[in-house]
């Protein structure tokens, strides 16, 4: 019997896509993560640089599961001339997988701006030649317009917009055929699962193996959203994205139980466990190695210094960092696994 909620765990991967959260701009997604987890009768707690914890319970050596709520998007670098907006990425984002997609700027004052990315030139009736020739560049011929009739730098800067301002794009959710397609799959999915676990273990008054305490991040697309962890930590799952690709493993109907990313091998011991549980339990997954540009919040944890065992699970899901898309199948097998590793039979 799965207690997979496919109903609350959509509802509330868009309730935090509804909430713009590129890495740094973390205030309104704890805040809405905190309302979520009170909904579940769990009193949150936070850290100083806007991480949620919520403590499920349990006795024995403590266990993290975390999924962060950051987002990857832009930031304005500088004012160009003519008005628009010379920008660069905050994480992993590059032009090719954004350029035509509307964004939202956040001014220090509070406004919030829209716009869209674009190529200069951008018209293939006019400069074809241009656009085919070269690739796209945030530095040189990626920009973002405002939806404002500006002319020059001071019409922009009269509007509040300026250097450090941050930009989301537009997440674009949609459900067909049980795929779902969106930006931020990565890792807000995963959170959505997360909150649908800490659901179903106080609904259902299961009994958990030891102590658990559900992290939500906001800085793991730069590195160091777990660098920080509360006192006694023995363990740490991550619950993030399974890239696809040609020599993957990972497809979007199963769970991936990380062996290894770009920074090195998973704990091979606690990776064993999630594959024994697997079986166990009937789950439809697959083992995966993700090089060379890829790594998940129990890194940050093992760099930091922490002498804690690390291991990373997640859906397969296909156009990383770009507009992506998962199964259903995918998210449910990621929180069964997830829920027999910590519960009893």
């Excluded at 909620?5 to 701009?25: K, N, R």
């Excluded at 805040?31 to 349990?58: Q, S």
């Excluded at 004012?79 to 220090?108: K, M, Q, S, W």
């Excluded at 930091?304 to 699970?313: E, M, P, T, V």
Aim: net charge negative.
């Amino acid at each position: 019997m799965s207690f997979f909620d496919e109903s609350y765990v959509l509802d509330t991967f868009q309730v935090l896509l509804s909430v713009d959260s590129t890495t740094g701009q973390y205030e309104a997604v704890s805040r809405k993560a905190a309302e979520l987890i009170r909904a579940l009768g769990i009193e949150p707690c936070f850290t100083h640089k806007g991480g949620v914890l919520a403590d499920l319970g349990g006795e024995g050596d403590p266990l993290v599961i975390t999924a962060h709520l950051d987002d990857i998007g832009l930031m304005v670098r500088k004012i160009n001339p003519d008005g628009t907006l010379n920008v660069c990425p905050v994480g992993g984002l590059y032009p090719f997988y954004c350029v035509t997609e509307n964004v939202r700027v956040y001014t220090a004052d509070g406004d919030v701006i829209t716009g869209t990315v674009c190529r200069t030139p951008n018209s293939v009736h006019v400069t074809e030649n241009e656009l085919r020739g070269e690739q796209g560049d945030f530095r040189t011929n990626v920009c973002v317009v405002l939806d404002r009739p500006v002319k020059s730098a001071d019409d922009t800067r009269a509007l509040g917009v300026e250097t450090g301002d941050y930009i989301a794009l537009d997440h674009r959710f949609t459900r067909s055929g049980g795929y779902i397609k969106s930006r931020f799959i990565d890792d807000k999915a995963c959170a959505a699962v997360l909150l649908g676990l800490m659901k179903a273990v106080r609904e259902n008054s299961l009994k958990l193996k030891r102590r658990v305490i559900a992290y939500f991040a906001c800085y793991e697309e730069i590195g160091h959203g777990t660098a920080w962890l509360p006192e006694g930590i023995k363990d740490i799952l991550a619950l993030d994205i399974a890239p696809t690709g040609p020599d993957q493993n990972s497809e979007e109907h199963r769970v991936s139980i990380f062996a290894k990313d770009s920074r090195f091998p998973y704990h091979s011991g606690m990776t064993a466990e999630l594959r024994k549980t697997a079986k166990a339990a009937g789950v439809d997954y697959v083992m995966d190695v993700f090089t060379p540009h890829y790594g998940s919040d129990g890194d940050g944890s093992v760099l930091a210094g922490y002498d804690i065992r690390h291991a990373a699970i997640g859906p397969g899901t296909a156009n990383s960092h770009g507009y992506e898309r998962t199964h259903t199948d995918g998210l449910r097998n990621t929180f069964d696994l997830a829920l027999a590793y910590i519960t009893e039979p």
